[in-house]
């Protein structure tokens, strides 16, 4: 079996500013990837966010088969799983991320990094805050605050698009919330 890995850039554009807009372009996006057949496999690496540091991929397809589904991942960072290291991390390494950047610096996390969460959670576009979370410096982990935060708001647009007919980002702002990172 052949194996075609594709990958494209994927920019939300600016002008799309509510969940539904973003849920449905990266969506139709989704729509125009390759079918594999017998022979071979489609595989896309999407690139989403530029840091300074590293960039950020969402990945399809998954092993979950959720149809739309994506991971996001870092290409050069590997997260500890359950049973062996993973590129992608999970709620809860951000969690761990921003509890760990919380512990080390709790004024500047409660006065930059949580607005910046809920403006991501918002739909404001990552371009009108990037810059802005470039200038937060918190030393902690294995991701810079700009790294968590975007990755974070793809873990969004992901919960968007596999539970749209539930509580969607909703369910993740609000287990921030409750831990008291957001």
């Not at 050069?76 to 509890?99: K, M, V, W």
Request: proline share 3%; glycine share 4%.
């Amino acid at each position: 079996m052949t194996v075609n890995l594709h990958q494209p850039r994927l920019v939300i554009p600016d002008n799309l500013n509510t969940r539904k807009e973003i849920r449905d372009f990266v969506v139709m996006t989704f729509l125009e990837e390759l079918a594999g057949d017998e022979t071979r496999t489609e595989r896309y690496e999407y690139f989403v966010e530029e840091c300074v540091s590293r960039n950020i991929y969402i990945a399809r397809q998954t092993n979950l088969n959720k149809g739309m589904d994506f991971r996001v991942m870092f290409k050069d960072i590997y997260f500890q799983g359950a049973n062996r290291r993973t590129r992608n991390p999970s709620h809860e390494h951000i969690f761990h991320e921003l509890l760990m950047k919380k512990n080390s610096d709790p004024n500047v996390y409660n006065t930059n990094i949580i607005p910046a969460i809920h403006n991501i959670y918002n739909c404001v576009p990552s371009t009108h805050i990037q810059s802005f979370l470039r200038t937060i410096n918190v030393n902690v982990g294995l991701l810079t605050i700009e790294e968590t935060c975007l990755a974070l708001k793809w873990l969004f647009i992901e919960q968007d698009i596999t539970y749209w007919g539930y509580s969607g980002r909703a369910k993740l702002f609000n287990a921030l919330v409750n831990q008291g990172l957001a």
